[in-house]
């Protein structure tokens, strides 16, 4: 009886299942490096490599297929709690993508965390909000940290547009969400409350006719103002939205080894920018002397110098440093009185007359050699809005003294003729006082720029309303909260083609993250409103602005500031055509 098999024939069988899976291995390793079409590219880059000849070989192969490798994808975003300026909570944002394989950290991101309408706040309520600010923080982590993550990963950094809008609709389920809370709230507490009873029926529906309306009717202006504004709506949290779209900017820019202010060109679509760009002008503040100064006149909450365009930044700054110099030996002289560095980077002081802190501007320029209206001019932030006197429905301009909305008019139109150096007006009046806005442009802003800040429409509004009646020459926009970068985009094409002038400003609460002088390069802002050059949350943007000068000056793409201060000059000489629609509330370029 013969035996087959055995332990040679069961060796001889598995050997063969061995060779044989090991050929449909190589089979399979040679079909996915041909998909891939790596023995191409490894012949291509060998034979080259031959003739080039490159000093770090393995430097040279890493470089080229680099170049093939996946996109940089989000892996994860990650919030942390950090303090601005005035030591209260805001987020800090930091973008890890997944880079060749490997996680890594790509850039940070932080953003002011603003609470409350500025038309609302004070210097007497503006620093009560601690509580809401820590509030918002840690909704904003919740929100970074777990659905915002979750809903981001795997997201190309590069895709602006797309990320934006996932965090905008993001945002808007939530206040949606928010809303739905509040009127089952509202339904549960209607449901929970006693009947009330109807009022008892007095004796004293029969002495309507003892009251005296027309005794009331000497207490009550002959014209009123228009009541203030509901506040603008604020949602804890929001700051999340604007810090993480901010972070994906900054590291779609660190990414494509491109700077920030380029990135933000690309993505307004602006690449004739690209060839040559202009530095925004920049608003510097000299003095506060407003309402929280301690005098008795209210009217100045910032005196801000603006130097010459032809000068650069470099000269611009050392020029308002000597400036400010010059004005600290002035404030510490005999008899001066009290001051203080204020929260906006420039000394604080109290007048009790208008034409003070002018009078001492003139003094320090004069000492410098410096020539007001040409070496540099002036611009006013008013913050009207601090001064209404809701009771009497006026504007207290000096302690005692109160100016209807109306009369407010002519004190401008006095003020700039007085002092021909001042070329613009912040906030000349309340938002509310629309009609008085229309004639102060028009009577005005042939000569001197009239801008909004806290008088203008928030982003929200001026995206889904639009500019409505262009009541002023330009606006003062903020990146805060909710707001995304391809938001300021949108806001800085609308105002372009509305002859709108577009100002980048900072909020009163920053931090040291120094973005903003990217953004207000890419977008082409005219101005820029940083403050004074103290603080260093605030000199981290100007110092940003002189890399950023100096670097498109070796690049060759510095092109030059517009001549609107020069314009100003020629239309004071009596030349009315030059520069009229960059001024004119109403004219489009």
Same mark, same amino acid.
């Given at each position: 009886?013969?035996?087959?098999?055995?332990?040679?024939?069961?060796?001889?069988?598995?050997?063969?299942?061995?060779?044989?899976?090991?050929?449909?291995?190589?089979?399979?390793?040679?079909?996915?490096? =041909?998909?891939?079409?790596?023995?191409?590219?490894?012949?291509? +880059? *060998?034979? !080259?490599?031959?003739?080039?000849?490159?000093?770090?070989?393995?430097?040279?192969?890493?470089?080229?297929?680099?170049?093939?490798?996946?996109?940089?994808?989000?892996?994860?975003?990650?919030?942390?709690?950090?303090?601005?300026?005035?030591?209260?909570?805001?987020?800090?944002?930091?973008?890890?993508?997944? &880079?060749?394989?490997?996680?890594?950290? +790509?850039?940070?991101?932080?953003?002011?965390?603003?609470?409350?309408?500025?038309?609302?706040?004070?210097?007497?309520?503006?620093?009560?909000?601690?509580?809401?600010?820590?509030?918002?923080?840690? &909704?904003?982590?919740?929100?970074?940290?777990?659905?915002?993550?979750?809903?981001?990963?795997?997201?190309?950094?590069?895709?602006?547009?797309?990320?934006?809008?996932?965090?905008?609709?993001?945002?808007?389920?939530?206040?949606?969400?928010?809303?739905?809370?509040?009127?089952?709230?509202?339904?549960?507490?209607?449901? !929970?409350?006693?009947?009330?009873?109807?009022?008892?029926?007095?004796?004293?529906?029969?002495?309507?006719?003892?009251?005296?309306?027309?005794?009331?009717?000497? *207490?009550?202006?002959?014209?009123?103002?228009?009541? =203030?504004?509901?506040?603008?709506?604020?949602?804890?949290?929001?700051?999340?939205?604007?810090?993480?779209?901010?972070?994906?900017?900054?590291?779609?820019?660190?990414?494509?080894?491109?700077?920030?202010?380029?990135? &933000?060109?690309?993505?307004?679509?602006?690449?004739?920018?690209?060839?040559?760009?202009?530095?925004?002008?920049?608003?510097i503040s000299i003095l506060e002397c407003g309402k929280s100064s301690g005098g008795k006149a209210h009217l100045l909450k910032e005196v801000i110098a603006i130097p010459k365009p032809s000068l650069g930044y470099k000269q611009s700054i050392k020029m308002i440093r000597d400036l400010q110099q010059e004005i600290s030996k002035w404030?510490?002289?005999?008899?001066?009185?009290?001051?203080?560095?204020?929260?906006?980077?420039?000394?604080?002081?109290?007048?009790?007359?208008?034409?003070?802190?002018?009078?001492?501007?003139?003094?320090?320029?004069?000492? *410098?050699? %410096?020539?007001?209206?040409?070496?540099?001019?002036?611009?006013?932030?008013?913050?009207?809005?601090?001064?209404?006197?809701?009771?009497?429905?006026?504007?207290?301009?000096?302690?005692?003294?109160?100016?209807?909305?109306?009369?407010?008019?002519?004190?401008?139109?006095?003020?700039?003729?007085?002092?021909?150096?001042?070329?613009?007006?912040?906030?000349?009046?309340?938002?509310?006082?629309?009609?008085?806005?229309?004639?102060?442009?028009?009577?005005?802003?042939?000569?001197?720029?009239?801008?909004?800040?806290?008088?203008?429409?928030?982003?929200?509004?001026?995206?889904?309303?639009?500019?409505?009646?262009?009541?002023?020459?330009?606006?003062?926009?903020?990146?805060?909260?909710? !707001?995304?970068?391809?938001? %300021? &985009?949108?806001v800085a094409k609308l105002m372009e083609e509305n002859a709108c002038i577009f100002i980048s400003g900072l909020t009163d609460e920053e931090t040291m993250d120094d973005s903003i002088a990217d953004i207000a390069v890419g977008l082409g802002a005219r101005f820029i409103k940083l403050g004074g050059l103290c603080h260093g949350e605030?000199?981290?943007?100007?110092?940003?602005?002189?890399?950023?000068?100096?670097?498109?000056?070796?690049?060759?793409?510095?092109?030059?500031?517009?001549?609107? *201060?020069?314009?100003?000059?020629?239309?004071?000489?009596?030349?009315?055509?030059?520069? =009229?629609?960059?001024?004119?509330?109403?004219?489009?370029?």
């Amino acid at each position: 009886m013969s035996v087959s098999g055995g332990p040679a024939a069961s060796s001889r069988r598995s050997s063969s299942l061995e060779a044989r899976d090991f050929y449909q291995l190589k089979q399979r390793a040679a079909e996915y490096y =041909r998909s891939n079409a790596v023995p191409q590219r490894m012949q291509q +880059v *060998l034979n !080259t490599m031959f003739y080039e000849k490159p000093d770090d070989m393995y430097g040279h192969l890493a470089n080229y297929f680099a170049s093939f490798a996946k996109p940089a994808a989000i892996s994860r975003i990650i919030g942390r709690e950090i303090l601005d300026a005035n030591s209260q909570s805001t987020i800090e944002v930091e973008v890890l993508c997944t &880079i060749k394989n490997f996680e890594k950290s +790509v850039c940070f991101a932080a953003m002011s965390n603003c609470c409350s309408d500025p038309n609302y706040t004070t210097q007497d309520t503006g620093n009560n909000d601690n509580e809401e600010k820590a509030q918002s923080a840690n &909704i904003a982590l919740g929100w970074v940290n777990e659905p915002l993550n979750s809903l981001l990963k795997g997201l190309l950094p590069a895709n602006q547009i797309h990320v934006d809008k996932l965090l905008s609709e993001y945002f808007q389920r939530k206040v949606e969400e928010d809303e739905e809370q509040k009127k089952k709230d509202n339904k549960e507490e209607k449901l !929970t409350e006693p009947e009330s009873l109807p009022p008892p029926v007095s004796a004293a529906i029969g002495d309507k006719k003892k009251k005296s309306p027309k005794a009331k009717k000497s *207490l009550v202006p002959e014209k009123n103002i228009n009541p =203030r504004e509901p506040p603008e709506p604020f949602f804890p949290g929001s700051v999340a939205i604007g810090a993480v779209s901010l972070a994906i900017a900054k590291a779609s820019a660190r990414l494509q080894n491109i700077i920030l202010y380029l990135h &933000i060109a690309s993505l307004n679509q602006a690449e004739e920018r690209l060839k040559e760009m202009s530095m925004p002008l920049p608003l510097i503040s000299i003095l506060e002397c407003g309402k929280s100064s301690g005098g008795k006149a209210h009217l100045l909450k910032e005196v801000i110098a603006i130097p010459k365009p032809s000068l650069g930044y470099k000269q611009s700054i050392k020029m308002i440093r000597d400036l400010q110099q010059e004005i600290s030996k002035w404030m510490f002289a005999p008899k001066i009185g009290l001051a203080a560095m204020s929260q906006s980077g420039c000394w604080k002081k109290g007048y009790d007359h208008i034409e003070q802190p002018f009078e001492m501007i003139q003094e320090v320029c004069t000492a *410098l050699q %410096l020539t007001l209206g040409d070496d540099l001019h002036l611009m006013l932030n008013c913050a009207a809005h601090e001064l209404m006197d809701y009771e009497k429905q006026k504007y207290e301009v000096i302690t005692g003294v109160l100016k209807h909305p109306d009369e407010m008019i002519e004190f401008y139109i006095n003020l700039v003729k007085q002092y021909p150096s001042i070329i613009g007006l912040i906030d000349p009046l309340r938002k509310e006082d629309v009609e008085q806005w229309s004639k102060l442009c028009s009577l005005l802003s042939p000569q001197c720029y009239i801008l909004a800040d806290a008088a203008s429409r928030s982003i929200d509004k001026l995206l889904t309303e639009g500019l409505g009646t262009k009541l002023y020459s330009g606006l003062v926009v903020k990146h805060a909260n909710q !707001t995304t970068i391809s938001n %300021l &985009i949108q806001v800085a094409k609308l105002m372009e083609e509305n002859a709108c002038i577009f100002i980048s400003g900072l909020t009163d609460e920053e931090t040291m993250d120094d973005s903003i002088a990217d953004i207000a390069v890419g977008l082409g802002a005219r101005f820029i409103k940083l403050g004074g050059l103290c603080h260093g949350e605030r000199v981290a943007k100007y110092n940003r602005l002189l890399a950023i000068e100096e670097e498109l000056a070796q690049r060759g793409a510095l092109g030059m500031s517009c001549f609107i *201060l020069f314009l100003f000059s020629l239309q004071r000489m009596g030349d009315k055509d030059y520069g =009229r629609s960059d001024r004119n509330c109403t004219a489009r370029e």
